[in-house]
């Protein structure tokens, strides 16, 4: 399916963002990982994107339909904080764990405690279209007024649908599946707002499409998400948005299937999964994490083991030393339009963001690194600093920082160079070890002396 944009040149993006209750897992970090590399890929070949994500920090209840609490009123009254503190804390700690995986800050980070009107304003639309009506708990959607409620997108996932099914039977409804747009106030409800309806607060539902729509305009390009949002937030904001405003809603869909750890799928309310923590106390750097991730495509997901992430840091590092040695001799060229490995690359991105291809295509350029010939390395080098502003693995930052030496580094690499060159191998030897010390690796090559700096998660080893 070709991708034509609503605006040509220009591409509008919704990612459905966490629910700021706990701490993300490396399942939910899959997604937005995803996320960044469609937009990374987007910008690279030429649009000016939008990107937008939302921050749940209200009306996402624990059964994902509508029985059970608030998952923010639970988290709250468990940590003893007030729900707006404990959705900044972990929305901090989210934006840590990004950062630390390169994923670039969207445009407009949205919350939803701060569009509530635009809720409000969006409920009462679907009230006065006929698709909603107020009930004494709240403000339901009326599904039997929206042919194809919950089959525009998932057919291929019955089990998703099956657990839709399960809904218990609340005598406010006019129908077992009409989802709440509005719940009022229980008592002792922590976050509640005044509404037409009485104090209350929002459908989760709600919430994406007043916020994409709000940013994005009625119609826009991607809204992307998880699986486990197909059924049914996604199918439900089609049903609020389209009710509303009578137009198409979203271009295109995107879903990442599940990170799966030992073919288990990661879904956060089984509760007990890694996070990106975990993987650092391993001894793994967070942008190994990053590369395995690109390994597959997200229509497939990510079987997520050790052996992998191994693999993975294996891989990153040999890129890093081979960079870093090139670069020491070697300044980069800009990468040619006509270049046949970059076009390899451009062709698998723009082919539903098929980073396994793209990743081959890499591993092309890195082997022209070890090239005789001046001019293949620096054409290497150029390929993998343009090819790196999708794959976010801050190569050239990495290099850069990697191939800065402090003055007192430089003499010592110079003082050892000497005792080389007139034979003193124990003094070369001391130096070598004080270079370790520091940080830096020295190898011997015919061409002289080649040193990198040694990555952090390698230097209790060495
Ligand atoms: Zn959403």
Redesign the pocket.
């Known amino acids: 399916m070709p991708f034509e944009p609503l605006v040509p040149g220009q591409v509008g993006i ?4 966490p629910t700021v209750y706990d701490w993300q897992h490396i399942g939910n970090l899959y997604a937005y990982l995803v996320a960044d590399v469609v937009r990374r890929s987007l910008e690279y070949l030429g649009y000016r994107v939008t990107q937008v994500m ?1 921050i ?1 920090d209200v009306g996402h209840i624990v059964g994902d339909l509508d029985e059970g609490d608030d998952k923010m009123e639970v988290a709250a009254r468990r940590e003893r904080k007030d729900p707006l503190a404990l959705a900044q804390m972990y929305t901090e700690r989210f934006f840590v764990d990004r950062r630390k995986l390169n994923i670039l800050d969207p445009l407009f980070v949205v919350k939803a405690t701060e569009h509530v009107p635009q809720m409000i304003a969006l409920i009462e639309r679907l009230i006065e279209k006929g698709h909603a009506y107020a009930a004494a708990d709240g403000v339901y959607y009326d599904v039997a007024t929206f042919p194809g409620y919950g089959t525009r997108l998932n057919a291929e996932l019955p089990e998703e649908r099956m657990a839709g099914a399960r809904v218990e039977v609340n005598p406010n409804k006019r129908h077992p599946q009409d989802f709440a747009l509005w719940r009022a106030a229980k008592p002792g409800d922590l976050q509640q707002w005044d509404s037409p309806w009485g104090r209350g607060n929002p459908g ?2 709600i ?2 499409s007043a916020m ?1 729509m709000e940013y994005l305009g009625e119609t826009f390009d991607i ?1 992307s ?1 998880g699986q486990d ?1 197909l059924f049914p ?2 199918e439900c ?1 089609i049903a609020q948005s389209e009710g509303a405003t009578g137009k198409p809603f979203v271009r295109y869909w995107m879903h990442n299937r599940f990170l799966r750890v030992d073919s288990a799928k990661m879904a956060k309310s089984a509760g007990g999964f890694y996070q990106l923590g975990d993987i650092e106390s391993w001894g793994f750097d967070p942008l190994a994490f990053r590369l395995l991730t690109l390994g597959t495509s997200y229509r497939k997901g990510v079987d997520f083991a050790r052996e992998g992430l191994a693999s993975a840091q294996a891989r990153l590092d040999r890129w890093r030393s081979l960079v870093g040695e090139a670069r020491q001799t070697t300044a980069a060229a800009a990468a040619g339009q006509e270049d046949a490995i970059r076009r390899r690359f451009v062709e698998a991105i723009a082919d539903d963001f098929n980073t396994a291809k793209a990743l081959a295509a890499a591993e092309d350029a890195v082997a022209l690194l070890t090239s005789p010939e001046g001019a293949d390395r620096a054409r290497g080098l150029g390929l993998l600093f343009d090819m790196d502003r999708v794959f976010g693995l801050g190569l050239e930052a990495w290099t850069a920082q990697a191939t800065a030496l402090d003055d007192d580094v430089r003499a010592l690499l110079d003082e050892r160079a000497a005792a080389r060159a007139r034979g003193d191998y124990a003094r070369s030897d001391q130096l070598r070890d004080e270079l370790r010390r520091r940080g830096y690796l020295v190898k011997d090559t015919k061409e002289g002396q080649r040193w990198e700096r040694i990555p952090p998660h390698k230097k209790e080893e060495s």
Do not use: A, I, P, R
Not at 14 to 17: E, L, M, P, S, W
């Open positions: 919704y990612n459905c963002g939302n749940t989760w539902h919430e994406c994409s809204h998400g949002h937030h996604h904001e």
